[in-house]
């Protein structure tokens, strides 16, 4: 099965900073990628799928990019309410596997 | 609006049985794939199950697979989880979720297995 993984895993930032996240694949999944975002005690939110294309609704500075095995989530401008741990996702086919996460946090 | 309500979590002992339902409204329910996706108390999330919009096809995480059912009733637009043997390692909040990379998801319902 492929694996993902993402790093940081966790990160500390201060509002206004420009926030990468990586994610990896052991495989090529070609852009079968997708990202969410949990804040704490909520369900989970789809920000973008097929590795840069941002869900309805979903703020600009929220941008990933990204084929094959390496993919990133950006976030230009940290705004508070992004306190949140993000996970991408892969559903080239199963497993539909998460990756472990990132815990991001403000400065 | 696109609503997911998942039911039947609840405590059981190790190997006993649950089932989850969620009941789904707001979209055409058959034409699109669901999925169970778990989180244990202060973990990540983590893929249980998929199944496709007629069916057809279901697709198993290996820590659930021989012991868990995916399974749809399109004429009543509810999704379900049948759960048996259930292990400690179970317990988690249960996620109904539409389509395969998740557009949607339900509240969630608490399972835990504990004796």
């Known amino acids: 099965d492929i694996q993902m993984t993402q790093s940081p895993s966790s990160l500390s930032a201060s509002v206004g900073d420009r926030v990468t996240i990586t994610c990896r694949a052991s495989q090529g999944i070609s852009d079968y990628l997708a990202w969410y975002q949990q804040k704490p005690g909520k369900v989970p939110k789809l920000l973008i799928y097929?590795?840069?294309t941002s869900q309805s609704g979903v703020p600009s500075r929220f941008s990933g990019s990204g084929s094959g095995t390496d993919f990133t989530l950006t976030i230009s401008s940290l705004q508070p309410e992004d306190v949140a741990t993000y996970y991408c996702q892969k559903y080239n086919s199963a497993p539909f596997t998460f990756g472990p996460g990132t815990k991001v946090d403000i400065k | 609006e696109v609503q997911l309500l998942e039911s039947g979590g609840g405590l059981v002992q190790p190997g006993e049985s649950l089932r989850l339902s969620c009941a789904a409204s707001?979209?055409?329910?058959?034409?699109?794939?669901m999925t169970w996706v778990r989180q244990a108390p202060g973990k990540g999330l983590e893929w249980v199950s998929s199944?496709?919009?007629?069916?057809?096809?279901?697709y198993f995480a290996d820590s659930v697979k021989g012991r868990f059912t995916i399974s749809r009733d399109n004429s009543k637009n509810t999704l379900f989880l049948q759960m048996n043997s259930l292990r400690a390692e179970d317990t988690a909040v249960y996620y109904c979720?539409?389509?395969?990379?998740?557009?949607?998801w339900g509240q969630g319902s608490l399972v835990t297995v504990s004796s």
């Open positions: 097929a590795a840069s």
């Open positions: 979720a539409k389509d395969l990379h998740p557009t949607a």
């Open positions: 199944i496709s919009g007629g069916g057809g096809n279901t």
């Open positions: 707001g979209f055409t329910f058959s034409s699109y794939a």
